[in-house]
């Protein structure tokens, strides 16, 4: 949790040292669906609170919208999720970007104020708002929260997309740390936890089998199940000719199950 939280402090600090922001944020692979400079949200209308609160699709409605980040979309063609008596009805002529996360549909719930989501919330946000991009027509910004009455993001915006970034870069780190530790197989049966390794455990083929390990979450006090390299040498020091051909077994981010014999590719959880 704090890791995180220091993660987009620190990421925070360098934007804001940033002159040119917006456009260091236009090179951040992932963060188009949230920049209005390459959305195309920069057309389109201004709306109020107001103006929106009236497009929820009943009678003497003009339609039928609602807002992701700040952006206003005609979901009339999603009618059935979004009017009067749909599943998703709720969604509709308000801005409530954090419900689509929390999936807290009440109406203390169904807010703009997403300065609490995480970054993997936040990158969960930003998919919901391409889905919206690529389904519906955007029709413009929402003045208020995340735009300003000329149209220009808000400082909850540019916080917004701090974090965004910050999840894509550990989503990226996650991607990298994967390929060195591949996560384990696991099961749970009639009481029974196994975890186990294969050449293509956790998506990632590979050439080798290797052994469960518990590895260290950074940011947060868990771990989880990984297969280990135990042959050659250290993912870090991948051209030395002086090792111990342990593969990454010494690496210090990993501790060994309890009462698992360390060299078998599965162990049954105990713990
Ligand atoms: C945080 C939780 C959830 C959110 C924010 C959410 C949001 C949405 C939204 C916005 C749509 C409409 C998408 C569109 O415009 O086409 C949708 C459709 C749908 N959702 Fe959810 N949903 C959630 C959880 C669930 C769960 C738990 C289920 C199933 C148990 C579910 C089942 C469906 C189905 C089946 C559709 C498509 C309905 C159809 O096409 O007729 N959703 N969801």
């Not at 735009?147 to 916080?159: F, I, Q, S």
Request: glycine share 10%; hydrophobic share 35%; net charge negative.
């Amino acid at each position: 949790m704090l890791g995180y939280v220091a993660a987009a402090l620190s990421l925070t600090a360098v934007l804001v040292l940033r002159t040119d922001l917006w456009s260091f944020l236009a090179e951040v692979p992932g963060l188009g669906a949230v920049l209005p400079e390459t959305c195309g949200v920069q057309a389109g209308r201004l709306l109020t609170r107001d103006e929106l609160s009236a497009y929820h699709g009943g009678p003497g409605s003009p339609g039928l919208y609602l807002a992701v980040l700040g952006q206003v979309f005609d979901v009339h063609e999603g009618s059935k999720h979004y009017g009067p008596g749909g599943s998703y009805s709720f969604f509709t002529a308000r801005d409530a970007s954090r419900a689509y996360v929390t999936g807290d549909f009440t109406d203390g719930g169904l807010v703009d104020d997403v300065s609490e989501l995480s970054p993997s919330q936040m990158l969960h946000l930003n998919n919901w708002l391409s889905f919206y991009q690529k389904t519906y027509a955007a029709v413009g910004k929402l003045v208020g929260h995340f735009y300003d009455e000329d149209g220009n993001p808000t400082k909850a915006l540019e916080d917004a997309l701090a974090v965004i970034a910050v999840g894509l870069k550990l989503k990226e780190e996650r991607h990298e740390e994967n390929k060195q530790f591949p996560p384990c197989n696991s099961e749970f049966n009639s009481g029974v936890s196994r975890v186990w390794c294969s050449k293509n455990s956790g998506g990632i083929q590979r050439n080798w089998v290797g052994v469960p390990r518990k590895l260290h979450i950074v940011g947060y006090d868990g771990y989880r199940c990984v297969c280990v390299r135990t042959t050659g040498p250290p993912s870090e020091n991948p051209d030395s000719e002086e090792h111990n051909d342990r593969g990454d077994l010494d690496n210090p981010s990993l501790k060994e199950y309890k009462d698992c014999n360390p060299l078998f590719d599965w162990c049954l959880l105990k713990e």
